[in-house]
């Protein structure tokens, strides 16, 4: 499998998303047998990993389907954005409203991604009922159908080896085994209703990263951070991790949504494994050098 050199533009628009510094956190990742990412979202790292063979997962069952769907049938993915995307050309922004309904009611996953795509900044906000709630974003057209056909193209070819799950995670990590490596992008502790009703609880994330270090699997974690004033402040028990570095991963899409301040976001990278101090001091500056730019 051959990596890419530099970030891939997204298939799959989500927030907390960590494309801008996948090149540099894939360094760390060590020599494995299978590669797991048991909270999905974007899948910024997927094409980055140096292990072709890939556990990927998240809870939510459109967004796993439509990666099934990229994977398998990327042609097809791309011609489905295109019905609906000529339609909100010629039809206005109705369009988008009927299709966001109707995906509420079916879950479709190429409804799905229709409206990521038109949406407010392409942030996937969901209400307590379980329905998709952002608006269609006035000013802008969504992303042509050419362009986005060649990046589904593009990341079909790098998700040949993955295997796609709807699990919670948990039930992923019971799969792991000594010599495997997994990367954990969670939700920040506490973090309940943005995705699901239920709440991300920590102390049952601690025991899960107990049991990795137990049987011998080496683990990346990017968690607890800072987005300008705010903070959301995990901090691993020392216990479980060897090192930590910091990154900055971008800009708040809220504060940029809610037109207040654009504020930077720096989240921790935990590793419960023994890189070198050079390469870990690497990533960091590299990440925010790059970000600066």
Not at 36 to 56: C, D, Q, S, T, W
Not at 101 to 109: A, S
Not at 218 to 243: C, V
Request: aromatic share 12%.
């Amino acid at each position: 499998m051959i990596k890419p050199k530099s970030t891939l533009k997204p298939v799959i628009k989500w927030s907390g998303s960590k494309r801008q510094v996948a090149p540099q956190l894939s360094r760390l990742i060590p020599d494995a047998n299978v590669y797991y990412e048991p909270f999905v979202g974007g899948g910024a790292m997927l094409p980055f990993r140096n292990i072709r063979k890939g556990v990927a997962n998240d809870i939510i069952p459109e967004l796993i389907t439509l990666w099934e769907a990229i994977r398998d049938t990327p042609e097809q993915t791309a011609v489905e954005y295109q019905t609906r995307w000529e339609r909100l050309q010629n039809e206005g922004h109705q369009v988008y409203y009927e299709i966001r309904d109707r995906f509420n009611q079916t879950k479709n996953c190429f409804d799905f991604l229709f409206i990521t795509r038109t949406c407010v900044n392409g942030l996937i906000r969901y209400n307590d009922k379980g329905e998709f709630n952002n608006s269609f974003h006035l000013t802008r057209p969504g992303i042509n159908p050419n362009t986005l056909k060649n990046i589904i193209l593009t990341w079909s070819y790098y998700l040949k080896d993955v295997v796609f799950h709807n699990l919670d995670y948990t039930d992923i990590l019971q799969q792991t085994k000594t010599g495997d490596f997994v990367f954990l992008d969670p939700p920040y502790g506490g973090t309940k209703g943005r995705y699901t009703k239920a709440e991300f609880n920590l102390d049952s994330f601690y025991g899960e990263l107990e049991r990795l270090n137990s049987i011998g699997a080496k683990w990346m974690l990017t968690f607890d951070g800072k987005a300008g004033n705010r903070s959301y402040n995990y901090e691993l028990p020392s216990s479980i991790y060897q090192h930590k570095t910091f990154i900055k991963t971008g800009n708040s899409p809220f504060t940029k949504m809610m037109k207040t301040t654009i504020d930077a976001v720096h989240e921790s990278v935990y590793l419960n494994f023994d890189p070198t101090c050079e390469l870990l001091t690497n990533v960091s500056q590299q990440s925010n050098q790059k970000l600066a730019l």
